[in-house]
């Protein structure tokens, strides 16, 4: 159902309207009068006739006509009838401020639940309970007791956390930020984020969409949707707090190396969202992405009145790997023909301290047509000469003239650039007070510009043999059992097209040398425990046993030394194993979220990868650019490609190991976790080896 009646109501009743100063029923009232609203506004209050020189009803149904939206700030425990009142007279749009209830505990929660249900039944949307409000600068609806009504702006808001938006509301005002909408989404009991994040991207006031959250209440969904939503508006998200995820114990590699945080940073990173760590930050970004177009490339120019200010501009940008532009001859001849001698032709280009707003003028105008040039940094340093107005204004005017550039602000210093600062603000160019601030705001651009370019994701789907799996899975659910040992794991590999070792299961030592001499020479023992997970730790591998003697020995150290070190494990034998031929070990994973599903795991591998930690994430399904892209984000990627006069190994091959494994996966949501470690990859065109597997299954 719409939440327009949240943004554009044509009356409000406010229930619990106060006299009384300093109560909320009365901060709303005054927020509501002083804004301007334009609609009526009905202040419900059992025991007044009066509040604040309106005519006051003692309830809803009284007012004899139906109010679009109702503000609730009476007690909780009256809230109840407030809302079957709603239900009576038609409001179908309520905002509960009043605290107490799910944060309170088990009583609370219910009271919420039957508040949800009535709400239900008459097509009641509700905002809150325990939230600071809503605000809508077009209809200059001030509905909360977060302070005045802010700015007008490209910004929606929405914020799990009413103390963050009151914060937020007061940094904005001081620093002359507009929004569309701020939205506090409270105990979010039945309107969520979700549903917030797509009304603000159909609202044609919102450019861009804000927002805090601690949680998120349907991961897969929110991914989905804000996928689709972030090709058209950008959204910008501070996130705090974490997911059970963390809390459970983990089994596998994958599974321990993977936290909350993982899960979040990969569904930020396949929807598109743009993660920001601070108020500041995400402050930062706002502007620019509100008022700017975005970069085309990652190409930027600096200009400058002060060597220093430009080294500093300079730095940052290589820290967040942008490209520093290089100027055509023309511009630089251009350049010349106007600036003084003794400045600065490329970039930085500084026109020097002496610099009057004209020669920034000039030197913007040329650069904006450079196209070589993608985003043009502006710094201002305020020295003796210096108009820091007038160069605003010159800013301002170029911009105009020419504006499918981003163009960006960093006017140092303070009251002597204060008033240069209130110009650009006016202009709607993003002002930063480092040029650290304004270059992040640049590359978090130009990284949502990469991603809206990608070609559209291309899952590929490789024919496999679901059955076989499926009989697997099934029969150890069916007996209880969580963890699928080595053996069969390697048959659920197999048949998704994975090659693994040759071998087989032996009890005795007998039988154990006559496996390896069918096998061939090198053969590899490993002990056969459905309780050891960790074969090595426990002195339950050995590799490169060369002759059927030592195939023999190695079985009977390994049947005393393993009992001693692990006597309550159910040994049941050895597996006798091919020796593969060596290349580098690297491991494929998967560990399921419960909020977003599957991510996918690819890193350095052996038995070293917990302490290694060189790994990378991702939501599966998988594509093709998005396996490769996990393998160039870890410092492994170096090495497989060879290093040191050391050949590479087959990249492609892993990449593809990864797609399969997602297939795997995305097609049995049962498997909870699982490791292939290691994953053995040799030379181009030879085939990797997954040489060791674990997966555990839930139903
Ligand atoms: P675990 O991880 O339970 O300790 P693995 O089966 O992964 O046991 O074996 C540990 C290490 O032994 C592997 O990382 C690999 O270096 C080596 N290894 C195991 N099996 C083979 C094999 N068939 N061929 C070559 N090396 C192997
Ligand atoms: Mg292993």
């Given at each position: 159902m719409s939440l327009e009646s949240f943004f554009d109501p044509k009356s409000v009743a406010i229930v619990g309207a106060s006299r009384q100063k300093g109560k909320v029923g009365y901060e709303i009232l005054t927020n509501m009068v002083a804004s301007g609203y334009e609609g009526k506004i009905f202040p419900v209050n059992r025991s007044a006739d009066t509040v604040e020189g309106l005519k006051c009803y003692p309830d809803l149904k009284s007012i004899g006509e139906t109010p679009d939206l109702a503000l609730v700030i009476v007690p909780a425990r009256f809230v109840l009838g407030v809302i079957e009142e709603c239900a009576e007279i038609g409001t179908k749009s309520v905002v509960i401020i009043t605290a107490g209830f799910k944060e309170i505990g088990e009583e609370g929660k219910k009271l919420e639940e039957e508040i949800i249900r009535v709400a239900r039944r008459a097509g009641i949307r509700i905002i809150g309970p325990n939230c600071l409000g809503v605000v809508v600068t077009a209809t200059k609806l001030n509905a909360s007791f977060g302070g005045d009504l802010p700015a007008v702006g490209g910004t929606g808001y929405l914020s799990q956390s009413g103390a963050m938006l009151a914060a937020i509301l007061d940094t904005a005002k001081a620093n002359g930020i507009g929004f569309s909408s701020l939205f506090s989404i409270g105990n979010k009991a039945d309107v969520d984020e979700l549903d917030l994040v797509q009304a603000l991207a159909s609202d044609p006031n919102t450019k861009v969409i804000a927002g805090y959250l601690e949680s998120i209440t349907d991961g897969n969904e929110f991914v989905r949707e804000a996928e689709r939503i972030s090709h058209d508006k950008p959204i910008l998200l501070m996130k705090s707090g974490g997911t059970a995820a963390g809390a459970k114990a983990a089994s596998s590699h994958t599974g321990s190396l993977a936290g909350s945080e993982v899960a979040y940073e990969c569904m930020f990173a396949r929807a598109g969202i743009i993660r920001c760590d601070s108020i500041t930050q995400q402050f930062d970004f706002a502007q620019a992405f509100a008022n700017q177009p975005l970069p085309k490339g990652a190409n930027v120019v600096v200009l400058t009145n002060a060597g220093g200010a430009g080294i500093m501009a300079a730095d940052a940008i290589e820290r967040q790997g942008l490209t520093f532009a290089k100027l055509s001859e023309k511009t630089i001849e251009q350049l010349a023909a106007n600036l003084p001698a003794a400045a600065n032709l490329h970039n930085p280009v500084d026109v020097l301290g002496d610099a009057l707003a004209d020669r920034y003028e000039f030197a913007l105008d040329v650069l904006l047509d450079d196209p070589g040039v993608d985003s043009v940094l502006v710094l201002l340093t305020p020295q003796a000469m210096t108009e820091a107005q007038g160069t605003a204004e010159a800013i301002a005017r170029t911009t105009?003239?020419?504006?499918?550039?981003?163009?960006?602000?960093?006017?140092?210093?303070?009251?002597?650039?204060?008033?240069?600062?209130?110009?650009?603000?006016?202009?709607?160019?993003?002002?930063?007070?480092?040029?650290?601030?304004?270059?992040?705001?640049?590359?978090?651009?130009?990284?949502?510009?990469?991603?809206?370019?990608?070609?559209?994701?291309?899952?590929?789907?490789?024919?496999?043999?679901?059955?076989?799996?499926?009989?697997?899975?099934?029969?150890?659910?069916?007996?209880?059992?969580?963890?699928?040992?080595?053996?069969?794991?390697?048959?659920?590999?197999?048949?998704?097209?994975?090659?693994?070792?040759?071998?087989?299961?032996?009890?005795?030592?007998?039988?154990?040398?006559?496996?390896?001499?069918?096998?061939?020479?090198?053969?590899?023992?490993?002990?056969?425990?459905?309780?050891?997970?960790?074969?090595?730790?426990?002195?339950?591998?050995?590799?490169?046993?060369?002759?059927?003697?030592?195939?023999?020995?190695?079985?009977?150290?390994?049947?005393?030394?393993?009992?001693?070190?692990?006597?309550?494990?159910?040994?049941?034998?050895?597996?006798?194993?091919?020796?593969?031929?060596?290349?580098r070990e690297v491991i494929l994973g998967m560990h399921r979220d419960p909020h977003f599903g599957p991510l996918m795991m690819f890193g350095m591998g052996g038995v070293m990868v917990e302490v290694l930690k060189d790994v990378a994430f991702y939501l599966a399904p998988l594509t093709g650019d998005e396996a490769k892209q996990m393998l160039m984000n870890t410092k492994t990627y170096r090495i497989l490609q060879g290093v040191r006069g050391q050949e590479g190994v087959d990249i492609e091959a892993i990449a593809e190991g990864l797609q399969r494994l997602s297939q795997l996966v995305t097609e049995f949501p049962q498997i909870q976790e699982m490791d292939i470690n290691p994953f053995v990859v040799g030379l181009p065109g030879t085939t990797p080896i997954a040489v060791d597997a674990r997966i555990s299954v839930e139903k």
């Open positions: 105009q003239a020419k504006p499918d550039k981003p163009v960006m602000a960093c006017f140092m210093g303070a009251s002597k650039v204060e008033e240069g600062i209130g110009v650009l603000r006016e202009a709607k160019i993003p002002q930063y007070d480092s040029p650290e601030g304004a270059v992040t705001t640049i590359r978090a651009m130009t990284d949502y510009v990469r991603w809206r370019n990608q070609p559209k994701r291309v899952v590929k789907l490789f024919p496999v043999n679901r059955r076989k799996v499926e009989s697997i899975i099934e029969r150890h659910l069916r007996k209880n059992m969580r963890e699928i040992g080595e053996a069969e794991s390697k048959e659920i590999l197999e048949a998704y097209g994975f090659a693994t070792p040759k071998g087989s299961i032996a009890t005795t030592a007998d039988q154990a040398a006559n496996i390896a001499d069918q096998l061939g020479y090198p053969v590899v023992l490993k002990i056969w425990s459905p309780d050891i997970l960790h074969k090595s730790d426990v002195g339950g591998v050995k590799v490169g046993l060369k002759s059927a003697q030592q195939v023999r020995d190695a079985f009977d150290l390994m049947m005393y030394r393993v009992p001693k070190k692990m006597p309550n494990a159910h040994i049941l034998g050895v597996l006798v194993q091919e020796m593969c031929a060596s290349g």
